[in-house]
């Protein structure tokens, strides 16, 4: 418990406290608590069942927790409905990829800046001068992030027709493109051969090391979470069974228990 | 930029879904535009009245192309916003003397508050629900519009008669010939306007909606907004083609817009070619001749005539008219690179 008073005695970017989820009579989360620093990947694992996607989901706000906050820079996230969470700096990728499949990987990326922008459909059917602007400084951006996860050869084809690795790429391009404080990982190794995975780990310590995004990485593959994340938070029964670096959290006997069984149990 | 700028401008393989799926190249447009303007100056009086139509009904599957290509939400109510365009029209020119070009932004605007108030019941259903939904409201419109109630305005079933608009400045061109290229300016400019927004913000975040609404909304995109958005638009630019349609056709009564019309522009819509919008022109010509081409070959059996045709082309070019400018497009290409 050491570590988690000295995660939290600077103030900390974003803040999960107390808080749980009933669903019917089931506890999918009870009391989960924990700090996440500006700059820091946050590995969040567990075996399956543990909480870790109905987490994940609070911080998106599609569930609502019965019980505690979830603060980000002090505020607190539940009163806002979800599509006003990208706007305060959360950012998400999808288990699976959710990307918008008939649209062309630019057009994918330029709706990741939805939230960065500002429209009326007025203003946008006549191409209002200001309208040009805005899509000029948008389309540049947009040229950026695609040129650093080097996807601009295929900036112009239409999202479904891509390797199931290059749509990771592009729904990370989406994200960035509304500016993230905190960028949500939900399983972004799922899918991937082993190559890929190391790849894909490499790439999410790049974007935190270049562009400042604090990451969550809600994560199954044990490998990839150990060799990216700096600081891991275990779930176990919807419980934290234990928290603290990759090391300490692997050598946690109660962890090792979760994910091993243990030995009267065998 | 430069990067993004030259694939931008990049002509794009058939094989890949081209950047220009909202509207035509420049040379494409240029050669449609030319057509339509001189076509009326060798054609009939009688036909260029049909000429009118399709563009009228062009202009109302459009709107449709907007909510069904661009949102994702289907509608076979479009005839009952078609009608309260087209009765709005009639009754500011009949009974208050509107000017029948002002009339239609006016109808516009009311078809647009119509249809983002029916958007908004109509969040909570989606698919073959919304389908139904509106097709509730197609069926109930011819009878609201008998309504005792609203005669005076309306006419009840009688309808109203409309006076149809002379050519302005003294021009030397028929009634038919004018209207014709008045219903083309208007029906130029919303087309410009709808490929605009389709192209923008707006429309990214419609069509964002269509792929997958909860990834929209992780994106910031408020879904209930521009799903009603949507549907005030497609509402609003049917009821401009409605009222259009009441000043060529001079006359308006509750039975010209029953559901048949709206699976009439539904049709339209598909073999157009969904979310294809300069697909509407063809799909307009499709539902004004090809039910007379019908007739032409069995008076008795035209439906069924009109059917086999439907069925050949649903077999043939399930993506509709957009499917023969791709082909047409690609060759061009192979011609050019050869050339």
């Known amino acids: 418990m050491t570590q988690a008073q000295v995660s939290s005695s600077a103030s900390p970017l974003l803040a999960v406290r107390d808080v749980s989820v009933v669903f019917g009579g089931i506890v999918a989360l009870n009391g989960i608590s924990f700090n996440m620093q500006k700059g820091q990947i946050l590995g969040l694992i567990g075996p399956n069942g543990a909480g870790k996607t109905t987490l994940f989901n609070c911080l998106s706000r599609l569930y609502q927790p019965s019980k505690g906050d979830i603060l980000l820079e002090g505020e607190s996230i539940l009163t806002r409905p979800p599509h006003r969470i990208a706007e305060i700096g959360i950012g998400r990728t999808f288990q699976n990829v959710a990307l918008f499949p008939n649209m062309s990987v630019v057009d994918n990326v330029r709706v990741g800046a939805h939230c960065r922008t500002n429209s009326d459909i007025v203003s946008d059917s006549l191409r209002m001068p200001w309208i040009r602007s805005s899509e000029k400084a948008l389309n ?5 992030i695609l040129g650093y996860l080097e996807l601009r050869n295929v900036a112009h084809t239409t999202v479904s027709g891509l390797p199931f690795g290059t749509q990771k790429r592009v729904e990370l391009a989406r994200a960035l493109a509304a500016e993230p404080k905190i960028l949500l990982l939900d399983e972004p190794a799922g899918g991937l051969n082993h190559e890929e995975v190391y790849i894909l780990g490499d790439l999410v310590r790049r974007i935190r090391d270049d562009r400042g995004i604090t990451v969550l990485l809600v994560e199954h593959h044990m490998g990839m979470v150990m060799s990216t994340a700096d600081y891991v938070v275990a779930l176990n029964f919807g419980r934290k069974l234990a928290e603290g670096t990759p090391t300490q959290v692997q050598n946690d006997p109660d962890v090792i228990k979760a994910y091993l069984g243990s030995k009267d149990e065998q | 930029m430069s990067a993004l700028q030259e694939v931008v401008n990049d002509t794009q393989p058939v094989e890949t879904t081209p950047k220009k799926y909202m509207a035509l190249g420049t040379t494409a447009s240029v050669v449609v535009v030319l057509l339509l303007c001189l076509a009326p100056l060798i054609a009939k009086n009688f036909v260029i009245f049909q000429m009118t139509m399709v563009l009228i009904y062009a202009i109302a599957v459009l709107a449709l192309n907007i909510l069904t290509g661009g949102s994702g939400q289907f509608s076979l109510g479009q005839s009952a916003f078609y009608a309260v365009g087209a009765y709005s029209s009639a009754i500011l020119m009949e ?10 932004p006016i109808s516009g605007a009311i078809c647009f508050l119509c249809g983002y108030l029916f958007g908004l019941p109509a969040l909570r259903l989606s698919g073959i629900y919304l389908a139904l939904a509106t097709f509730a409201l197609a069926t109930a419109m011819p009878q609201l519009l008998k309504l005792h109630y609203f005669e005076h305005w309306t006419g009840g079933v009688q309808g109203l008669v409309i006076t149809k608009p002379d050519a302005p400045f003294g021009l030397p061109m028929s009634q038919d010939m004018w209207l014709y290229y008045f219903v083309l300016v208007v029906s130029m400019v919303i087309y410009v306007a709808s490929v605009n927004l389709l192209k923008s913000r707006s429309g990214r975040a419609m069509m964002a909606i269509r792929d997958n609404e909860i990834a929209a909304s992780a994106m910031g995109v408020d879904v209930a907004r521009y799903k009603t958005l949507a549907f005030g638009v497609s509402a609003g630019i049917t009821g401009v083609a409605g009222g259009l349609g009441a000043i060529a056709v001079q006359f308006v009564a509750p039975d010209s817009y029953t559901i048949q019309l709206a699976i009439a522009l539904f049709l ?22 090809v039910p007379n081409i019908a007739e032409e070959f069995s008076k008795g059996l035209s439906g069924a005539v009109f059917g086999v045709i439907l069925v050949l082309i649903i077999f043939l070019l399930p993506h509709g008219s957009r499917q023969i400018a791709y082909t047409v497009q690609n060759w061009v290409h192979k011609l050019g690179r050869r050339g």
Do not use: E, H
């Open chain 2, 95 to 104: 009974n208050f003397g509107v000017n029948y070009a002002l009339t239609l």
């Open chain 1, 140 to 144: 540049k951006k947009v040229d950026d």
């Open chain 2, 268 to 289: 339209g819509m598909v073999v157009g070619g969904v979310g294809w919008l300069p697909g509407s022109i063809v799909g307009a010509a499709f539902i004004v001749f």
